[in-house]
């Protein structure tokens, strides 16, 4: 595990990195909860066949844009080399945001993954790193620790080289379970697919009506004991303003203010019921879709070809 600090052994080993047509990546925060967190490692893994950490390169940037803006010219923009982050968004706030070019981010990879194929709590990097890759479990601890410290220490090292080596084993695995659930729509087997649906279709009704029940009977209970939280589940309240105005004022105060805009109003049923007779005189427009909808019919088994 290179843990390098001198600038010029960083800056080499960026013009290494240069020639790697993809990099695992992953980045540690100083002062975090601050209003001015700012980036103290940079760890890189360039070979996904490393599961021990050892081949990761870890950056001190800590105090240093100049090296991280060095990083972010040489390797962040360059389109020709993909760069793999664990919810991206987060790391490219520090690392060129939208100058940043051929990103991929696993978070948003594993959201658009079925679950029935990747059964897993959470889409977090160690949720995905235990259930989807089947590592031994996965310690998140030192992540909230204090890395604008110096020096750090051996397990924030440990710590920090091991994250690439989870998103780059995730992703691999995500890749994977994306070949099975994308389909050509032109070559599907529909017999099939209608064949698998009827399989499972009673036992997910009854499942589902029963999950739904639960939650409304353990809602119902947790309300009505005061329970803000118990085992796997917590209570929260939410409240929804919503604003209502009189149309006639509404064209009043317009009127009144001499108040100029072209912003479109949508014409519900309502709108346009009690407006019919001056709607007319407007122009209007007009904007179709169409979507297509799947509804279940009754068969009889023997209508189902086997």
Same mark, same amino acid.
């Given at each position: 595990?290179?843990?390098?600090?001198?600038?010029?052994?960083?800056?080499?080993?960026?013009?290494?990195?240069?020639?790697?047509?993809?990099?695992?990546?992953?980045?540690?925060?100083?002062?975090?909860?601050?209003?001015?967190?700012?980036?103290?490692?940079?760890?890189? %893994?360039?070979?996904?066949?490393?599961?021990?950490?050892?081949?990761?390169?870890?950056?001190?940037?800590?105090?240093?844009?100049?090296?991280?803006?060095?990083?972010?010219?040489?390797?962040?923009?360059?389109?020709?080399?993909?760069?793999?982050?664990?919810?991206?968004?987060?790391?490219?706030?520090?690392? @060129?945001? $939208?100058?940043?070019?051929?990103?991929?981010?696993?978070?948003?990879?594993?959201?658009?993954?079925?679950?029935?194929?990747?059964?897993?709590?959470?889409?977090?990097?160690?949720?995905?790193?235990?259930?989807?890759?089947?590592?031994?479990?996965?310690?998140?601890?030192?992540? @909230?620790?204090?890395?604008?410290?110096?020096?750090?220490?051996?397990?924030?090292?440990?710590?920090?080289?091991?994250?690439?080596?989870? $998103?780059?084993?995730?992703?691999?695995?995500?890749?994977?379970?994306?070949?099975?659930?994308?389909?050509?729509?032109?070559?599907?087997?529909? !017999?099939?697919?209608?064949?698998?649906?009827?399989?499972?279709?009673?036992?997910?009704?009854?499942?589902?009506?029963?999950?739904?029940?639960?939650?409304?009977?353990?809602?119902?209970?947790?309300?009505?004991?005061?329970?803000?939280?118990? !085992? @796997?589940?917590?209570?929260?309240?939410?409240?929804?303003?919503?604003?209502?105005?009189?149309? %006639?004022?509404?064209?009043?105060?317009?009127?009144?203010?001499?108040?100029?805009?072209?912003?479109?109003?949508?014409?519900?049923?309502?709108?346009?019921?009690?407006?019919?007779?001056?709607? %007319?005189?407007?122009?209007?427009?007009?904007?179709?879709?169409?979507?297509?909808?799947?509804?279940?019919?009754?068969?009889?088994?023997?209508? !189902?070809?086997?």
């Amino acid at each position: 595990m290179p843990y390098l600090q001198n600038p010029d052994d960083i800056i080499a080993a960026i013009a290494r990195l240069k020639f790697a047509p993809i990099l695992w990546v992953d980045t540690e925060v100083a002062d975090f909860r601050s209003k001015q967190p700012h980036l103290s490692l940079i760890q890189i %893994s360039a070979n996904s066949a490393d599961l021990t950490g050892e081949q990761v390169l870890i950056f001190d940037v800590l105090d240093r844009p100049e090296l991280v803006e060095h990083f972010i010219q040489e390797i962040m923009v360059d389109e020709a080399i993909a760069k793999v982050f664990h919810n991206a968004a987060f790391d490219r706030k520090y690392l @060129g945001k $939208t100058k940043a070019k051929n990103i991929i981010c696993t978070l948003e990879l594993a959201k658009k993954i079925p679950y029935y194929l990747a059964p897993k709590p959470d889409n977090s990097l160690k949720s995905l790193a235990e259930h989807l890759c089947h590592f031994p479990k996965v310690d998140k601890e030192l992540q @909230g620790s204090e890395w604008g410290d110096r020096p750090l220490s051996a397990a924030q090292l440990e710590y920090a080289k091991l994250d690439p080596v989870y $998103t780059a084993q995730v992703h691999h695995r995500l890749l994977q379970l994306q070949q099975q659930c994308q389909a050509d729509p032109d070559r599907e087997n529909i !017999v099939q697919l209608t064949r698998r649906y009827r399989q499972i279709e009673h036992d997910w009704q009854m499942l589902n009506s029963e999950v739904v029940h639960l939650k409304d009977r353990i809602k119902a209970a947790m309300t009505a004991q005061k329970v803000e939280e118990t !085992v @796997g589940f917590k209570l929260s309240y939410s409240e929804r303003k919503i604003q209502y105005v009189k149309l %006639s004022e509404l064209a009043q105060a317009i009127a009144s203010h001499q108040f100029q805009s072209d912003t479109p109003i949508k014409l519900t049923k309502a709108l346009q019921k009690e407006f019919e007779a001056l709607l %007319s005189d407007l122009p209007i427009d007009e904007k179709i879709t169409q979507s297509a909808n799947l509804k279940a019919i009754d068969i009889n088994d023997s209508d !189902v070809p086997f």
